[in-house]
T-cell receptor
Framework: NAGVTQTPKFQVLKTGQSMTLQCAQD?????MSWYRQDPGMGLRLIHY???????DQGEVPNGYNVSRSTTEDFPLRLLSAAPSQTSVYFC?????????????FGPGTRLTVL | EDKVVQSPLSLVVHEGDTVTLNCSYE??????LLWYKQEKKAPTFLFML????IEKKSGRLSSILDKKELFSILNITATQTGDSAVYLC???????????FGKGTRLSVIA
């Protein structure tokens, strides 16, 4: 199993450009999430999904869109990039269930917006 | 409003020291608390705690949960330079929502 994969690993954008960060998992996990990590801020939840066709906002959703058309994929779209979106982005997935399960993280995408 | 607060935010110790990292939380319908270690890449899972007073142990690392006082501690004994990392504490916010993370404790172990 590849686990959780993210592409690209690095990206530089100009202000106003749009792009999609890709995330895929091959563990048949129901839950998938996007976090951003900034220095001194820990991991902050952007959007999440509890299954195909279902998404919801996290703590910092503004400027980002998501969709979940399949169990495996959960892309994150930046509509019009801003310097404030410079960050490291992590995708994560986990099983659903009555007891909470460990989240598995992808390797991250380092995004710089100029 | 922070739901997960970690302390200290940073810590520098010498090899061989024992350290205690703290995590307090405030969530409705508590289910579990998780500890992760993050070096220069993605967080890696250490422990998941669901019951008070039951210590989880892995080598020199151990952790315990106090559900009455709403906190957890992560202990590392006989620290090594390889323990240098950011240690993250997280809880599911409510229901089945994903994890809410604290800001982390940056541990630096010097030889």
């Amino acid at each position: 199993n590849a686990g959780v994969t993210q592409t690209p690993k690095f990206q530089v954008l100009k202000t106003g450009q749009s792009m999609t960060l890709q995330c895929a998992q091959d563990m048949n996990h129901e839950y998938m999430s996007w976090y951003r990590q900034d220095p001194g801020m820990g991991l902050r939840l952007i959007h999440y999904s509890v299954g195909a066709g279902i998404t919801d906002q996290g703590e910092v959703p503004n400027g980002y869109n998501v969709s979940r058309s399949t169990t495996e994929d959960f892309p994150l779209r930046l509509l019009s990039a801003a310097p404030s979106q410079t960050s490291v982005y992590f995708c994560a997935s986990s099983y659903a269930g009555l007891s909470y399960n460990e989240q598995f993280f992808g390797p991250g995408t380092r995004l710089t917006v100029l | 409003e922070d739901k997960v607060v970690q302390s200290p935010l940073s810590l520098v110790v010498h090899e061989g020291d024992t350290v205690t990292l703290n995590c307090s939380y405030e969530v409705t319908n508590f289910r579990s608390l998780l500890w992760y270690k993050q070096e220069k890449k993605a967080p890696t899972f250490l422990f998941m705690l669901t019951s008070s007073g039951i210590e989880k142990k892995s080598g020199r690392l151990s952790s315990i949960l106090d559900k009455k006082e709403l906190f957890s501690i992560l202990n590392i004994t006989a620290t090594q330079t390889g323990d240098s990392a950011v240690y993250l504490c997280a809880v599911p916010n409510s229901g089945n929502t994903p994890l809410v993370f604290g800001k982390g404790t940056r541990l630096s172990v010097i030889a």
